[in-house]
């Protein structure tokens, strides 16, 4: 169960897949627009009603656009998601009235671990960010950095009772309806804890080590990769790529922008001040580039794209990062907003990324700057092959498959 952008989705049709291969039935809920990424997993499907980029792209999500980010923005989401919630409640349920055990992502957690208790499961988090407070590195969500251990820890549980506040308006009446008794607000992480609810983290322990103040029941697995149904690029694509020297991959992923047209010249003025072709994803940003050194692509597996490329100009959401690292090639984070800046100081500090280019101080000059270090200094791109290298090896879906082994 998952709810979010394609990013949330995609990691768990991997995941999916390996425990069909192990013999399980596997139901993935989340998003109808996200039913596609299941073909040929031999995974089923269950829609949420609720479509994300409608709502993104609704008057209500254009006005996430006025904080860049941290606290502010999360504030602005927390009360959209409070609205939302409730669409979801119900099809989640009934999904798991069909079920023997439940996997929950962050996004859902609250709601699905409710869930599972009312109905007598077992359950397991999967999830793709490292939410559980800690002393080690500042949350996520707000965007990484540090504000020392104290401060830390603290912030982690100032933004983990935020999250909780999003479930307030849905969990008392599916407590009541479930034959719960009610739980005080903001117990529910503490219960959780208490009873030593395990998760399982998506990202690989070379990235983001496991936090040594973690409780035991949290672990680090490695990356879960998407199934790609595709094992080749399209034609027109592959005549690109193969007509001269390796591109810069441009994306944004699931993210919106209020101006994609500005943005879409500063990002080719910028390709071709540092000399180098581009290829550029649509993305739900709308991006687009016209002429023979750029090509525009719509959603193409990041697996068969990222390896050809002589880096990627990304906005650092976990999926995204994971391909970009999973395919040894380094990158100039543009992180908007959330756990992107996160991640993106995660690239730097590994040595595969020459800084961030946080996207409300991206110009054809910035990035043309951060272009020409990334793919002209060799550091670069010898740290993300040998990075890539090791986590290749990694198999964070065969934890997930034990664990889950292991609830039976």
């Given amino acids: 169960m998952t709810a979010g952008s394609r990013g949330d989705v995609a990691p768990f049709t991997g995941v999916g897949h390996a425990l069909v291969r192990a013999g399980h039935q596997v139901t993935l809920v989340t998003h109808a627009r996200f039913a596609p990424l299941v073909a040929g997993s031999g995974v089923g499907f269950h829609a949420l009603p609720l479509d994300p980029r409608a709502e993104l792209e609704s008057e209500r999500g254009r006005g996430l656009h006025r904080s860049a980010t941290g606290p502010g923005k999360l504030l602005r989401v927390t009360r959209m998601a409070r609205t939302l919630v409730g669409q979801i409640a119900d099809d989640l349920l009934a999904a798991a009235r069909e079920a023997d055990a439940l996997l929950l992502s962050a996004s859902v957690s609250p709601l699905g671990h409710t869930i599972a208790e009312g109905l007598s499961l077992p359950s397991l988090g999967l999830y793709l960010q490292p939410v559980a407070p800690t002393r080690e590195f500042a949350p996520p969500m707000l965007g990484g950095g540090s504000w020392g251990a104290a401060g830390n820890r603290l912030a982690g549980h100032g933004v983990e009772a935020a999250v909780e506040q999003i479930f307030t308006p849905v969990l008392p009446a599916l407590r009541t309806r479930l034959g719960l008794p009610a739980v005080r607000r903001g117990l529910t992480p503490r219960r959780r804890r208490r009873h030593g609810w395990p998760v399982l983290h998506g990202f690989s322990p070379l990235v983001v080590p496991r936090p040594r103040d973690w409780r035991a029941e949290l672990d680090v697995a490695g990356y879960w990769w998407p199934h790609d149904r595709d094992s080749r690029l399209p034609p ?56 023979d050194d750029m090509v525009t692509v719509d959603e193409t597996p990041h697996s068969l794209l990222f390896p050809r490329m002589a880096a990627v100009v990304h906005h650092c959401g976990a999926g995204t990062t994971a391909a970009g690292v999973r395919a040894g090639v380094p990158a100039v984070p543009v992180p908007i907003q959330f756990d992107e800046g996160f991640w993106g ?12 280019v946080p ?31 090791r986590v290749r090896g990694e198999d964070g879906v065969g934890r997930v498959v034990e664990a889950v082994t292991r609830l039976g």
């Fill in 236 to 291: 027109g694509l592959r005549e690109f790529l193969d007509a001269g020297p390796p591109p810069v991959f441009v994306g944004l992923g699931s993210a919106t922008v209020p101006d994609p047209r500005r943005l879409g010249a500063e990002i080719v003025t910028a390709l071709r001040r540092a000399g180098l072709r581009g290829v550029i994803q649509r993305g739900w940003a709308g991006l687009t580039a016209d002429g």
């Fill in 345 to 356: 100081e995660r690239l730097v500090a590994l040595g595969v990324a020459p800084g961030t």
């Fill in 359 to 389: 996207l409300r101080r991206l110009t054809a000059d910035t990035l043309t700057a951060a272009l020409v270090r990334v793919t002209r200094e060799p550091g670069f791109a010898r740290r993300a092959a040998q990075l890539g290298a």
